[in-house]
């Protein structure tokens, strides 16, 4: 008799032996990293020669990186912008010479949201990023195999929409699985896929967890944030006796039974060993644990204090950097993704992966089918270790005055741009202002205004055009719509016997700043400012 079980394992067995064949090419490199970059190196710059970008900058007469590096500069998401737009009108042959598909959007420095052209050839290069970590996973975990997974690979689609004459964003998430993975991803995953693309957040939320708590099969999660796990747990304790009753209702005898066996098990047990208990499968949960999601993977644990917890590597919307390959060591660098370049953080000599230094920190520096050439990506790593000639690399954080708790990656630059826009509305004139987290109880997490002025008109109105502002940066929408981050507040600061330009500047010398050094910022990524100023909460 042929049972559910045996379908997944031989389609997730079908899977593997494809991502398998990846890994052995993805091990053999890593024995031959500077031989291994320089060829696909070599190799994007030919097929790229006669592209707008390639004629301009001689890629036609490059045979090496040291020439590659001497006739092209180190860029940024600003310098190739007007690139960008001409893709966006229908160039044809701008930065690559197979078409641009879609933009990915992410956010931007000094824009909210960066547009970033995803081509065939840069889908692969994710591909072969990933395929060495699916298959070093099931091999670890053989479970894996006969059981389902929770595959969320970014939060859900609200809207799609089209940024010149091309789509911007994938219709589906499984558009990173490649064709294998698109094709069993309905087939494998514990959630439907249609579910992603419900458009209110609370039924989202309810009908992802009533397909979640009906497999007693599943064995992994992969989601990006830990916080979007937690939320939704969170949303189960607070709701539990509607989703048990949605449960019940959404099926037949097997789904009353499971719904009878969680009340139960509800309300007999624990929260801290429930969901345990509720998915006896589960083995692992893949998600960001270094940076500043390193305490909220520890918060994760409370609900899964016998899971393995997985952290993933870099990977950011322009480039698949690094991947889990052995348990106990750090994300090896993806070496068959793409060509890159690390810049020291205390120096401008830029090293390639073969010749880093074990314990030193880098600026990661990408070059991608994408069209993205020696393009400087804003992410900060360590070198932890080796795997033969392969780094292992920790991500620290975002370059920058960023902050980035649940993947949001608001930047200062953005940020001030949104404030001012808010504060002129009104024709607010500010001593100071800040916008920092504020975690509260009962509120959750929120990104607060802290401002110092003689005049608040309408601080309800301030509030709307400042999480307007906020929202135009891509992250910071999806995570307000996950309800990883309630909506902006406003914290009025009251003269008090130290200024609140002198209180921050106190702050900052905690820190370890040089008084003389300080620089007003209009972002801080650090929680506890409301207990520093002298103040109250306008909303």
């Not at 790229?48 to 045979?63: D, K, L, M, Y």
Request: proline share 4%; aromatic share 10%.
């Amino acid at each position: 008799m042929i049972t559910r079980a045996s379908i997944r394992r031989l389609l997730n067995g079908t899977w593997i032996a494809a991502c398998s064949r990846e890994q052995a090419r993805f091990k053999a490199a890593l024995g031959r990293v500077a031989e291994t970059q320089e060829r696909y190196l070599l190799d994007l710059l030919r097929r790229n020669a006669h592209t707008q970008f390639g004629e301009a900058h001689g890629f036609a007469n490059i045979r090496s990186a040291a020439e590659y590096q001497s006739r092209v500069s180190v860029t940024s998401y600003e310098a190739l912008s007007p690139y960008i737009e001409a893709i966006a009108r229908g160039d044809a042959g701008v930065l690559t010479a197979e078409p641009v598909k879609l933009f990915q959007p992410t956010s931007g420095s000094s824009a909210a949201t960066k547009l970033v052209p995803w081509t065939a050839c840069v889908a692969a290069e994710f591909r072969r990023g990933i395929a060495p970590w699916v298959a070093a996973l099931y091999q670890r975990k053989p479970a894996l195999v006969g059981g389902t997974a929770y595959w969320s690979v970014s939060p859900p689609v609200t809207e799609l929409r089209t940024h010149g004459c091309l789509p911007v964003g994938f219709a589906h998430d499984a558009e990173y699985l490649g064709f294998l993975g698109r094709k069993l991803f309905p087939l494998v995953n514990a959630v439907p896929a249609d579910v992603a693309r419900c458009g209110n957040l609370h039924e989202f939320r309810i009908r992802t967890l009533v397909s979640l708590l009906a497999d007693a099969d599943l064995g992994l999660i992969s989601v990006w944030s830990p916080t979007f796990l937690t939320t939704l747990l969170e949303h189960f304790l607070a709701h539990r006796d509607v989703i048990l009753e949605r449960l019940r209702a959404s099926g037949g005898s097997e789904a009353r039974r499971r719904a009878e066996f969680l009340h139960t098990l509800s309300a007999n047990g624990s929260d801290t060993d429930f969901f345990e208990e509720v998915w006896r499968r589960l083995q692992v949960i893949s998600c960001w644990t270094h940076g500043p999601s390193e305490i909220y993977a520890q918060n994760l644990r409370r609900f899964f204090p016998g899971v393995e917890i997985q952290g993933k590597g870099l990977v950011a919307t322009e480039a698949f950097v690094s991947l889990p390959l052995q348990e106990g060591m750090d994300p090896v660098l993806a070496v068959t993704s793409h060509f890159f370049e690390f810049q020291p953080l205390d120096g401008e000599t830029i090293s390639l992966a073969h010749e880093l230094i074990l314990g030193h920190e880098y600026r990661v520096i990408v070059t991608t089918g994408g069209g993205l050439y020696r393009y400087l990506l804003g992410d900060r790593v360590r070198v932890t270790g080796f795997i033969q000639g392969a780094p292992c690399l920790r991500f620290l954080g975002r370059e920058g005055n960023v902050s980035d708790l649940f993947g949001e990656k608001l930047n200062g630059t953005a940020v001030e741009a949104a404030i001012r826009k808010a504060l002129a509305n009104q024709a607010i004139q500010p001593r100071f202002f800040l916008l920092a987290p504020v975690a509260d109880p009962q509120a959750g997490t929120s990104y607060t205004l802290f401002l110092d002025a003689d005049s608040l008109p309408d601080a309800a109105r301030l509030c709307h055009d400042l999480e307007d502002g906020l929202a135009e940066n891509f992250h910071y929408g999806h995570c307000r719509r996950l309800g990883q981050l309630s909506e902006a507040r406003l914290y009025q600061i009251q003269q008090n016997t130290a200024s609140a330009g002198e209180i921050f500047e106190r702050q900052m010398s905690a820190r370890g700043i040089k008084a003389g050094a300080v620089k007003p910022v209009p972002l801080d990524c650090h929680l506890g400012w409301e207990g520093c100023f002298h103040g109250r909460f306008a909303q």
